[in-house]
């Protein structure tokens, strides 16, 4: 039985739907575009299933999609100079509260303190804005690495490059992340 016959889409958005959701709204913290790119790698994943060579987990797999959407929705929002902040649905905020303006159901107690939250949201952001910079090859290389875990290699055989050229690569993504972020 190959990989392809695995694999069964009609079974992911139950098994995996909620997870990829969370996973995109923690980073683009727009729930809309979340739901786009949850849906955008549902749908590469159902065009390249041919191609699943099944050395990790379906679950692992549409991770790995959805990291690279969510790295090309940066660099196109980078590339398209729109670095204003989404504006949310005015709609969604009536939904919360009743005809006599109370909350429908009152917000519980905040356990994390909001200014460290926005910090760490605007070092994400900042964090894929410089990834989107960096050339193609280099930001695959440090996504395989750091971000899905991959081994040497693994990322040498996906990228077609030497062990050496690899570390060379990593090393230079690194470099150049680091002077993004300083």
């Not at 917000?107 to 990834?131: A, M, V």
């Not at 989107?132 to 690495?145: G, Y």
Request: hydrophobic content about 40%.
């Amino acid at each position: 039985m190959g990989a392809s016959e695995r694999l069964n889409p009609e079974a992911w958005v139950d098994a995996y739907g909620d997870a990829l959701f969370r996973f995109a709204v923690c980073r683009v913290d727009d729930s809309g575009i979340a739901e786009d790119l949850v849906q955008d790698t549902f749908l590469a994943a159902v065009k390249s299933r041919d191609h699943f060579q099944g050395q990790s987990s379906e679950k692992t797999w549409l991770f790995a999609i959805l990291k690279h959407k969510v790295i090309d929705f940066y660099r196109k929002r980078k590339s398209s100079g729109s670095g204003a902040e989404m504006i949310h649905d005015a709609d969604e905020m009536v939904s919360v509260f009743d005809a006599g303006g109370g909350w429908y159901q009152k917000p519980t107690h905040w356990r994390t303190d909001p200014e460290k939250s926005f910090e760490t949201k605007e070092f994400i952001d900042h964090f894929y804005d410089c990834l989107a910079d960096l050339p193609k090859r280099n930001a695959d290389a440090f996504v395989f690495r750091e971000i899905d875990g991959m081994s040497t290699d693994e990322i040498c055989r996906k990228l077609d490059i030497s062990e050496n050229n690899c570390w060379v690569i990593l090393y230079r993504a690194r470099v150049l992340l680091r002077r993004c972020l300083e």
